[in-house]
């Protein structure tokens, strides 16, 4: 393990398997998810199947996350992840995938910098910059 190392940690609403899910099928790595209820058996019934804790790990990417049980409707907010690398067709797959039943809010485009470049906002509120390095082009 590097001496420091930096995870994205994503907070869901309640969507999180769902969320988790979609994002192996897109990334590939294993899944590992644990309840709340799994954790601490006097939980609040509300937030037993809730999800405390998950990773996905050895695909493309390492994600972990939670549902926020603290949340409201507006969630606490949200961040930008940025993927990036030198393979152009599956980059531009991982993009076309993050992008069904979201929104693309910046197309894949050559940018000043030499880069192809695009922005997406996923089905769960998630906003993915995408870079693909100009190096290999």
Same mark, same amino acid.
């Given at each position: 393990?590097?001496?420091? &190392? =930096?995870?994205?940690?994503? @907070?869901?609403?309640? !969507?999180?398997?769902?969320?988790?899910?979609?994002?192996?099928?897109?990334?590939?790595?294993?899944?590992?998810?644990?309840?709340?209820?799994?954790?601490?058996? &006097?939980?609040?019934?509300?937030?037993?199947?809730?999800?405390?804790?998950?990773?996905?790990?050895?695909?493309?990417? /390492? @994600?972990?996350?939670? /549902?926020?049980?603290?949340?409201?409707?507006?969630?606490?907010?949200? %961040?930008? @992840?940025? =993927? $990036? $690398?030198?393979?152009?067709?599956?980059?531009?797959?991982?993009?076309? $995938? @993050?992008?069904?039943?979201?929104?693309?809010? #910046?197309? =894949?485009?050559?940018? #000043?910098?030499? /880069? %192809?470049?695009?922005? #997406?906002? /996923?089905?769960?509120?998630? !906003?993915? +910059? +995408?870079? %693909?390095?100009?190096?290999?082009?």
């Amino acid at each position: 393990m590097k001496e420091v &190392s =930096l995870n994205a940690y994503l @907070l869901f609403d309640g !969507n999180c398997r769902e969320a988790m899910v979609f994002y192996q099928q897109l990334f590939g790595g294993e899944l590992k998810m644990q309840t709340y209820g799994e954790v601490n058996h &006097s939980c609040p019934a509300a937030t037993k199947d809730s999800i405390m804790h998950a990773s996905l790990m050895g695909g493309d990417i /390492d @994600l972990m996350a939670s /549902d926020d049980p603290e949340a409201g409707p507006q969630g606490r907010g949200k %961040i930008s @992840l940025a =993927l $990036g $690398g030198t393979n152009e067709e599956k980059l531009r797959r991982m993009f076309d $995938g @993050l992008a069904e039943g979201g929104k693309i809010i #910046v197309p =894949l485009r050559r940018e #000043v910098w030499g /880069d %192809i470049f695009g922005v #997406v906002n /996923d089905k769960f509120g998630i !906003n993915w +910059m +995408m870079n %693909i390095s100009a190096d290999t082009q």
